[in-house]
Nanobody
Framework: QVQLVQSGGGLVQSGGPLRLSCQAS????????MGWYRQRPGKERELVAG???????KYGDFVKGRFTISTDNGNNWVYLQMDRLTPEDTAVYYC?????????WGQGTLVTVSS
């Protein structure tokens, strides 16, 4: 009943920008938080960025000011603007929505950063 659809992944040159989008649809009563996670090859899934109601944000230690998370709560969108990408950012990126008592995940999108 609830689906998260992501877009914006792909191949990008080192140093370049990329913007990821995620839209939640279906029967969603209340969204408490939205976020982005990533999983690099052979590594555990990790938090990239999160935002909760009220606008408080949190970023992974590796972000170092390069990424910005934003939302459009009226349409249940969450975005991740990534700048100054490096090959170490290559990963599958997932959006997540915390709604009600449940967590919902997007299908994941591959971001490949070439040197």
């Amino acid at each position: 009943q609830v689906q998260l659809v992501q877009s914006g992944g792909g191949l990008v040159q080192s140093g370049g920008p990329l913007r990821l989008s995620c839209q939640a649809s279906g029967s969603i009563w209340s969204i408490n938080a939205m976020g982005w996670y990533r999983q690099r090859p052979g590594k555990e899934r990790e938090l990239v960025a999160g935002i909760i109601n009220g606008g408080s944000t949190k970023y992974g230690d590796f972000v170092k000011g390069r990424f910005t998370i934003s939302t459009d709560n009226g349409n249940n969108w969450v975005y991740l603007q990534m700048d100054r990408l490096t090959p170490e950012d290559t990963a599958v990126y997932y959006c997540k929505v915390e709604a009600g008592f449940n967590n919902f995940w997007g299908q994941g999108t591959l971001v490949t950063v070439s040197s």
